[in-house]
């Protein structure tokens, strides 16, 4: 007995139902792109491993997909080697691409590539699937999109802003409610200060940022098991404890950190930025989080994640500010902001919080019956008008029985039908069949386009 093929874990399929739904995120993802002003970004699904290594830290790193060297990938390498089996030593030299972990560093080797094309500061965007090597689980797979905007070549901080709108504006689309925390790098490099462990700020930046997964007693083990000394962690204490608003925690924060510069630097830019923030009217609500942290290296400024206020999947959109990505490909002195919108996570919310209903419509909006050879030519002219007014408009293949053509419909979900028989055709008419309503109507075929074109027809409410 043959089995079903597969797919590889933490890949899904998705049916046509699915991707008009995600088509719908995509659509309303990139019209506000649109709106502001940026522009359309893509590049390879595959980049040299010395494009990608090292810029995700060594986590991030384990998890980029490596792809084998074309060939006789062994013949560069000695029986020494083969017999180690010491597969990080030799992969370098058996694998130099790997499928690209983000989109972010593919883009800053993009600007570098192409600097003298671009036109800074540089506003894109870009909507492409990435890959992860990562252990597969509600919300997190191999194989997903993102959805990035960025703005390269401005130190601005209404850059960030400005990403905060764009947030809003995407997720008020969507109809789902959000918290978006905000913290910046350089206030979590004050603190490692503050508590004397500047040296292991990796260790404290990556433990921190569990806190909301694993809690608190978890994460002070972690970090004294890499090594962070006791006082530290009890100094860090109150730290992450501070309550209250953004200038409440921006207060107590400048109290702490008044003896290193790159935090009340920090605290400065948070200052400045809620500023903003609270000039404007946002659907969302905006928080200061001192563990925010993003586990990401190439940050160097602000940070931000985006969560669902209703639904519990971990982050749905995150960036922030990265001063010298370029720097790694030899473009210094080049600061940037960007953001990522995780599709299919964002996909998950709105399945779960039922946000879909109403929202898309069948792919086909019309089936034009089949009555056989005597009517293809009549329906060849009604799919013509229909197509042509933009009416997504179906004809049945096959001439079955009209029972048979009906339920395909019911089964599709098409709400009209459009019936071009032996009377209507002597007639020069079509019958229209509400498939909700069960009522339809004759009509001449010269009327057609009018109705259709109507305002209360019920044909120019599906788009």
Known sequence: MSTRPSIPKGTRDFSPDEILNREFIFDTIKSVFKLYGYQPVETPAMETLSTLLGKYGDEGDRLIFRILNSGDFFSGLSDSELSERNLSKIAGQICEKGLRYDLTVPFARYVVQH?????????????????????????????????????????????????????DNVFSKLKINIRIKLNNRKILSGIAEYIGEFERITDITTAIDKIEKIGLDAVNLELKDKGVSEEAVRKLQPLLAIEGGAETKLDRLENLLSKSATGMKG??????????????????????????????????????????????????????????????????????????????????VMKQSDLFTGIISASSQVLVINFGQSSVEYAFKILELLRNLGVKTEFYPDPVKIKKQMTYADNRKIPFIIIPGEDELKAGEVTVKNMASGKQKKIPFRELKSFVLSDISPLRQIT
């Open 115 to 167: 600097r003298d094309e671009i036109v800074f500061p540089f506003r894109r965007y870009q909507i492409q699937p990435v890959w992860r090597a990562d252990r597969p689980q509600k919300g997190r797979y191999r194989e997903f999109f993102q959805c990035d905007v960025d703005v390269i070549g401005s130190d601005s901080l209404l850059n960030e802003y400005e990403l905060i709108r764009i947030i």
């Open 267 to 348: 605290v400065s830019e948070m200052r400045e930025l809620f500023s903003y923030v609270e000039s404007g009217i946002l659907s969302g609500m905006v928080e200061l989080d001192i563990t925010l942290a993003r586990g990401l290296n190439y940050y160097t400024g602000t940070i931000m994640e985006v969560k669902s206020a209703d639904v519990s999947i971990g982050s749905i959109c995150g960036g922030g500010r990265y001063d010298n990505l370029t720097g790694v490909f030899g473009m210094d002195g080049i600061s940037g902001v960007g953001i990522s919108f995780g599709a299919d996570r964002i996909y998950d």
